[in-house]
């Protein structure tokens, strides 16, 4: 019985996500503010996350290769003219394959990558661009944070210096701005999760970025009670070789009643905070 009503409350949430124009969960920010902006571009399957917040901006990851002139292009449509920071969550292409065009195409402030050696042409050719612009890149590892304009940037992951799985580097970043708050995850696994648990990091989100595109390789219990969102966000492309994302875990969210954004389903999400609520809106 109990599969059955989370089967039910999977397709109702799958029913009434899909088609869905413009969504807010409350109010729109006040006039005159300069507020937190989250973007969710639209990468297929892949990664490329804007943070902007009173004139700064941050970019978390950028696409597979094949998306370097998108991602490129919806910066240069923002306006951007500068990226204060760049993360580059781990090399797997889907995240950092279209992160040297950027390099190359805006000035660049910090730049943070995990430290792990990685042999791809891809990861290469993102080193090679940081060494022609004689950026250094800093090693990112829980326990690090900053400030983008008025919001506070906290990284909580990596916090170990060798996983068998490359996922498991990872850059976890949790931004908070005023009372709202937003958790970036990569495609950091489960074993990533019990050592942010272990540490003792306060993880409550408001907002999920679900790890590795809602596989069930991530998003376990335990981490999902501690960030206990009630938004979440996967970054899918439709169809995928890997079935992302996993019934596992869609029914671990519909389970929590968390409300679930696929970029597969409504296009790039931009969420939109004045520090009290959080207005969600999508591109289709």
């Known amino acids: 019985m109990k599969r059955l009503l989370l089967l039910l409350a999977l397709l109702l949430l799958v ?14 920010p006040p006039e ?9 571009i639209d990468v297929g399957q892949a990664d490329a996350i804007l943070v902007q917040s009173d004139g700064r901006n941050m970019l978390v990851d950028a696409g597979n290769n ?27 292409e889907d995240h950092i394959g279209g992160l040297d065009a950027v390099i190359k195409n805006f ?8 430290k792990v050696n990685h042999t791809s042409k891809t990861y290469k050719d993102v080193l090679v661009a ?24 906290e990284i909580m992951a990596p ?17 908070t701005y005023g009372q709202t708050s937003f958790l970036l995850t990569g495609d950091a696994g489960v074993r990533s999760e019990e050592e942010m648990l272990q540490m003792g990091y306060n993880l409550k989100a408001d907002v999920l970025k679900v790890a590795h595109h809602g596989s069930h390789s991530a998003t376990g219990k ?27 875990t869609l029914q671990k969210l519909a389970a929590r009643g968390i409300k679930v954004y696929q970029t597969a389903q409504v296009g790039t999400i931009k969420m939109i905070s004045d520090g009290k609520q959080i207005e969600v809106k999508t591109t289709r």
């Open 159 to 175: 916090n170990a210096d060798k996983y068998e799985e490359l996922n498991d580097y990872s850059v976890v970043c949790k931004i």
């Open 66 to 92: 094949g998306d370097a002139d998108l991602v490129v292009d919806y910066l240069k449509k923002q306006g951007i003219d500068k990226l204060d920071v760049i993360i580059g969550t781990h090399p797997h």
């Open 15 to 28: 029913v009434t996500g899909c088609g869905q124009q413009s969504v807010s969960t409350n109010q729109s």
């Open 130 to 153: 940081l060494k022609k612009k004689q950026i250094k890149a800093t090693p990112a590892h829980g326990g690090q944070n900053f400030a983008l304009g008025q919001a506070q940037v």
């Open 222 to 248: 335990a981490f999902l009670q501690a960030v206990a969102p009630k938004i979440a966000v996967i970054s899918v492309g439709q169809p995928n070789d890997y079935g992302h994302p996993h019934r596992e």
């Open 32 to 40: 005159g503010t300069g507020g937190l902006q989250v973007h969710f």
């Open 107 to 114: 000035p660049i402030g910090q730049v943070y990558l995990p």
